[in-house]
C-alpha cells in the first residue's frame, strides 16, 4: 500500500507555471505506475500526465500537450508535474495517482486504473 500527498499548488497568473509534486510513502514506490489527473468544479475526472515506474513511457491528455511534463526520482519517493503556459482552464484540484504494477513499462492511463489517490492539491489561473 501507498499514501500520496501532492503539493506546489497555488494562484498563478495565466501564462506562469507551477511545479507540482507529489510524495509517496509505504514500500516499493519505483514499482508504482503514476498519473496526474484533474477535477474541476462541476467537471469529469481527466487525465493530466502518466508515467511508467520505470519513468521511460510518459502519457500525457490532450489539453495539456506540449505544455505540462510529468517525471519522477524513484530514489525520493516523489513524481513530479511541471505545469508551463498556463490558462484558465487548467484551473482545477490536481490528484495524484498510483497503482502497483510488475513491469516496469506498463503505462496507465485512465483514472479507473488507478488504486491510490493524493487528496489534491488546488490551482488556480487568474485571466
Known amino acids: 500500500q501507498v499514501q500520496l500527498v501532492e503539493s506546489g499548488g497555488g494562484l498563478v497568473q495565466a501564462g506562469g507555471s507551477l511545479r507540482l509534486s507529489c510524495a509517496a510513502s509505504g514500500r516499493s514506490f519505483n514499482t508504482y505506475a503514476m498519473g496526474w489527473f484533474r477535477q474541476a468544479p462541476g467537471k469529469e475526472r481527466e487525465t493530466a500526465a502518466t508515467?511508467?515506474?520505470?519513468?521511460?513511457?510518459?502519457y500525457y491528455g490532450e489539453s495539456v500537450k506540449g505544455r505540462f511534463t510529468i517525471s519522477r526520482d524513484n530514489a525520493k519517493n516523489t513524481v513530479y508535474l511541471q505545469m508551463n503556459s498556463l490558462k484558465p482552464e487548467d484551473t482545477a484540484v490536481y490528484h495524484c495517482?498510483?497503482?502497483?504494477?510488475?513491469?516496469?513499462?506498463?503505462?496507465?492511463?485512465?483514472?479507473?486504473?488507478?488504486?491510490?489517490w493524493g487528496p489534491g492539491t488546488q490551482v488556480t489561473v487568474s485571466s
Open positions: 508515467i511508467t515506474w520505470s519513468g521511460d513511457i510518459t
Open positions: 495517482a498510483a497503482r502497483h504494477e510488475t513491469s516496469r513499462n506498463i503505462l496507465l492511463t485512465r483514472k479507473d486504473d488507478y488504486d491510490y
